[in-house]
């Protein structure tokens, strides 16, 4: 087994509050290899946090702190600004949820890719140009030359998921960190994201953290699923068992999607307990711990 | 209880008019509940809103109770038969309004008696406790927002419920406690329900009959039972059912 990309023990995020502390992430520990890991929970359940802990973009004054956060065998916990710019977008990238707040409205596409690629790679502006030209191309857009000089609000909402994509993996990270990056696409055109992203986690061996509200999606595209309930994961398991999940909060989400080859008279609902707050963690093997690889 | 025939609708003016809509046709009966699926940009929305009369640039018919509608006015006998439920319940609920004032407002506006009784009842209509009665908005959670718009929506009375998206904007487990809720009030009260969503299991849960929408047009009415098997008639519906199943990657 190789050495992880990504390793994390007892992660913690803590927001003060006026009512006191208040936990969002509570102790989580999990390896990312190079694989693609799902990591699924309702609203408020703090998967989000997790990967924006992770990234340091945690702000003050919330709190994250951990028993490792290891980066390549290199603790990335605190870093202070200067160095985490360094490691974020260069070594780490994130791709968010909704690609109109997260490209510049006023400057053109190309421009910003360009921008991004010579914060982490030291190269004249031509070679950058030629660069973004070719991420494009890498994400199937297919009149790059046009698209450079477009603005954000001139592409569609798949369009602009595929260039943040491209934004993203032009300084080739290691991991890529992608919070719901297909929950405001079409169906269709979901399909063709996942599909790009697939593509390049196994051509580059770049470790996934696929942040996800959507169980069936997560089984069919991830390898191995985090279930994360009230700031803990409560189960670890490899997605294409996610069917066969155990933990009650797992088996509720399940159970609680309408289907059209199993039609219902009434969907069960979710009965919460507080035991899943506290309770043990489930995972089928012991080595579900460390990256099962792809 | 709903004809829509031959409708167009179409935003701004020549030449850069576009038509969101074109030569739709669809009819839901007495009871039923119909659905309206495509992609974003197909129009499903466009019609609920050309419908409760919040677009006015439309032409073609649209028959409520076999009484055609105005093009831009809806008179007070409409809203006390078609109310609405809008997709997000962070953004369709006035932040300094408590439910009561929502509720005790609306049935004001219909002209209601006995409006403090009505609340009550309201509330236990759509499972929120009397203790839910003076809570603003922000003490509420997504799912329960969207029982108060349920609540609003109801306290007209109407027969026909245009859903706009009810469900899309919460968890899956609190989706269930909604539909549930839906299919619940639809069997009580006798409902008709007019249902837009993106979702083709939600849509294949709770509707009879669907239309499948894009580009605007009408593509394909078809039965549920069909939807379930897979049996589009079109190639479009079949693409849509194939990308709905999730992800299968390419070989």
Known sequence: MTEPLLSVRDL????????????????????????????????????????????????????????????????ILNLPDRQMRKIRGGRISMVMQDPKFSLNPVMPIGQ?????????????????????????????????????????????????????????LAPDPQILIADEPTSALDVSVRTEVLNIMDGLVRDRGMGLIFISHDLNLVAQFCDRVLIM??????????????????????????????????????????????????????SPRADTELPGGL | ??????????????????????????????GESFGLVGE?????????????GLIPSWSGQIKVDGKPLATDRRDRAFFKTVQMVF????????????????????????????????????????????????????????????????????????????LDEPTSALDVSV????????????SEHGLTYLMVSHDLSVVGHMCDRLAVMQHGRIVEVMEVDDLRAGRGQQNYTRQLIAASAGYSAPA
């Open chain 1, 12 to 75: 913690r995020v803590t927001f003060p509050t006026r009512q006191g502390e208040f936990q969002a992430v509570r102790g989580i520990s999990f390896d990312l290899g190079r694989e693609r890991l799902g990591v699924v929970g309702e609203s408020g359940s703090g998967k989000s946090m997790t990967g924006r802990a992770i990234l340091g973009l945690v702000r003050p004054p919330g709190r994250v702190e951990a028993e490792r956060l290891d980066l390549g065998g290199k603790s």
């Open chain 1, 112 to 168: 910003q890719i360009i921008e991004a690629y010579r914060l982490h790679a030291d190269v004249p502006r031509n070679r950058a140009r030629q660069k973004a030209l070719e991420m494009l191309e890498a994400v199937q857009i297919r009149d790059p030359e046009r698209v450079m000089n477009a603005y954000p609000h001139e592409v569609s909402g798949g369009m602009g998921q595929r260039i943040m994509i491209a934004m993203m």
């Open chain 1, 229 to 282: 309930y009230a700031g803990r994961v409560v189960e670890t398991l490899p997605a294409r068992d996610l069917h066969q999940a155990r933990h009650p909060y797992t088996r509720g989400l399940l159970d609680s999607l309408p289907r059209l080859d199993a039609p219902v008279d009434r969907l069960p609902v979710l009965q919460r307990q507080d035991s899943w707050r506290e309770g043990d963690v489930l």
């Open chain 2, 1 to 30: 209880m709903l004809t829509v025939q031959d409708l167009d609708v179409w935003f701004g003016h020549a030449p850069d008019r576009v038509d969101a809509v074109k030569g739709a046709e669809f009819r839901v009966a007495q």
């Open chain 2, 40 to 52: 974003s940009g197909s129009g499903k929305s466009t019609i609920l809103r050309a419908i409760a």
């Open chain 2, 87 to 162: 997709q997000d319940p962070y953004a369709s609920l006035h932040p300094r309004h408590s439910v009561d004032a929502v509720l005790a407002e609306t049935l004001r506006l219909q002209g209601m008696d006995r409006i403090d009784q009505r609340i009550a009842q309201l509330l236990d209509d759509v499972g929120l406790g009397r203790g839910f009665r003076f809570r603003y908005p922000h003490q509420l959670s997504g799912g329960q927002r969207q029982r108060v718009a349920i609540a609003r929506a109801l306290a007209a009375e109407p027969r026909l419920l245009l």
């Open chain 2, 175 to 186: 989706q269930a406690e909604i539909l549930n809720l839906l299919a619940d009030l639809r």
